[in-house]
């Protein structure tokens, strides 16, 4: 009877233990990857990697950084392009099209909890977003998902895309 409930305490130790690290590792698991990996893994932000290869941005956002993405999903996208009237791939032909990527992002990693009312910030492009609070706003765009951590940053989804 005692071998039985060691042999149980036993299986039942070595079957928690890998499931209790496994949860720690999904409880953060963009540590370990960077802005580009999340957002392609994501799924929802197809047409903001499209876009960010064809201005040869990947790499950027693939370095040390840190940066703060304010990533468009799809949705976003098409209604941009609803908005303009225009297909997606004359959106990827636009010759300001690397301009209004670097729009989305700053050189720092801003969290949600740093943003302030009003506040403005300087991005890559050159020229500055502006924030309001409740709800956070990214000029006219709101922030539907705030801080996602990446090993170089962070990303707040947005939705719409913001034009410089």
Request: glycine content about 4%.
């Amino acid at each position: 009877m005692l071998k039985r409930k060691i042999a149980l305490a036993l299986l039942f130790f070595i079957m928690t233990v890998p499931f209790a690290s496994s949860v720690g590792a999904m409880e953060n698991p963009e540590e370990e990857k960077n802005i580009v990996d999340i957002a392609t893994e994501s799924g929802n932000f197809n047409t903001l990697i499209a876009a960010l290869e064809k201005a040869n941005l990947v790499d950027t956002l693939k370095g040390d950084g840190p940066f703060t993405v304010f990533a468009p999903t799809d949705a976003a996208f098409e209604k941009l392009l609803t908005d303009l009237d225009i297909s997606a791939e004359e959106l990827l032909a636009r010759k300001d099209l690397k301009e209004i990527l670097l729009y989305h992002v700053v050189p720092e990693k801003i969290m949600s909890t740093d943003l302030k009312d009003r506040m403005k910030i300087k991005t890559l492009a050159e020229k500055k977003l502006k924030i309001k609070l409740d709800p956070v706003r990214v000029n006219k765009s709101t922030v539907v998902k705030p801080d996602i951590e990446a090993s170089n940053g962070v990303i707040h989804v947005i939705d719409s895309v913001l034009l410089p």
